[in-house]
């Protein structure tokens, strides 16, 4: 049965009023966005340099350090799952759930006990709504990560790594985050944390920019147990910023695709309360023409 005009009126206000929300939604995602890019490209100089600086002392020191020392059968993997604190971001959370799942079929099939963190709303939320185990969670930092949430997520998991494992301890931690590629291309990584692989930027190293001989004062280990820690946090704001990056595209996609329906679904509206109106005048008209027949034949018929 048709709609009748006023409810179809009523359906039109309210898909207005959320095209609206949906399209403010948009453009504040879209305004932030340049921010995140903002707050990565202020941090790559710094791990960039912490990077070289690490690389250097691996290459030029023969120390066997916890963090850098592949473990013999490791047993137990931990893995940082980064999702979104909010949803309205299309499949940003469910993408890199998916890779986390498939990162833990995965290391179950090398016979490794999983343990997980969180990082993220969604992603808690997917874990308790199945009951699953979780070690430790942190959210309501998504979309503007800091630099000191980066340190307590990585003195939490270098603590875990440096404990044994018959103590609870992991043998390998992993990341499964969103690389930010571009505003309309975001990407599920995984990424092994500890033990360490030191790995330069992925540009070619021109001539110029080798390593020079270094001294280490005090010695080469105690550097190493500074900088470590450093780089660790360093990799993990990375992460933190490219999912905060890739989750507000994400969410601006999704509004802009939401907005543009709402506009199409505005139009059929449009269109169907005209076609009632017309048809309601039409009706209107018939009974008016019908209303005058029956008077002029009542009339002819008394005379």
């Known amino acids: 049965m048709p709609a009748s005009l ?3 009126r009523s359906r039109r ?63 137990r993997a931990a893995v940082l799952l980064i999702t979104s604190d909010r949803g309205l971001a299309g499949a940003y959370s ?4 998916k890779q986390g799942e498939q990162l833990t079929e995965l290391l179950h099939g090398e016979g490794k006990e ?11 939320g997917f874990y308790q709504f199945r009951n699953r185990y979780v070690e430790q969670t942190w959210d309501g930092f998504s979309d503007s990560p800091t630099y ?4 307590e997520i990585a003195d939490a998991l270098i603590g875990k790594f440096l404990t044994p494992t018959s103590e609870g301890g992991v043998d390998e931690i992993h990341i499964v985050f969103t690389r930010f590629v ?16 030191v790995v330069e930027a ?49 969410k601006q996609r999704a509004m802009k695709s939401a907005t543009d329906n709402a506009e199409q679904l505005i ?5 169907e309360a005209n076609q009632a109106r017309q048809a309601q005048i039409t009706q209107e008209i018939s009974e008016i023409v019908g209303g005058v027949n029956a008077l002029a034949d009542a009339t002819a018929e008394s005379e």
Not at 94 to 97: C, M, T
Not at 114 to 124: A, H, N, S
């Open 6 to 8: 006023r409810e179809l």
């Open 13 to 75: 206000n309210s898909v207005s009023t959320t095209k609206k929300i949906t399209r403010a939604m948009e453009l504040i995602a879209a305004s932030r966005i340049v921010k995140a890019q903002q707050r990565a490209n202020a941090a790559a100089p710094y791990a960039r340099e912490l990077t070289r600086a690490v690389s250097a002392v691996a290459t030029f020191s023969n120390v066997d350090h916890p963090l850098t020392t592949e473990k013999e059968n490791p047993s």
């Open 94 to 97: 469910s993408s890199v759930i």
């Open 114 to 124: 999983v343990v997980p963190y969180l990082c993220g709303r969604k992603g808690i």
């Open 148 to 151: 000191a949430n980066a340190r």
């Open 182 to 197: 571009s505003m309309i291309t975001q990407q599920p990584t995984v990424i092994r944390l500890l033990p360490l692989e």
């Open 202 to 250: 992925a540009e070619p190293v021109e001539d110029e920019d080798t390593f020079p001989l270094y001294d280490f004062e005090p010695d080469a280990e105690t550097v190493l147990d500074e900088l470590l820690p450093l780089y660790v946090a360093s990799r993990i704001q990375f992460c933190l910023l490219q999912a905060a990056a890739s989750e507000l595209a994400s």
């Open 267 to 271: 139009e059929r509206l449009t269109r």
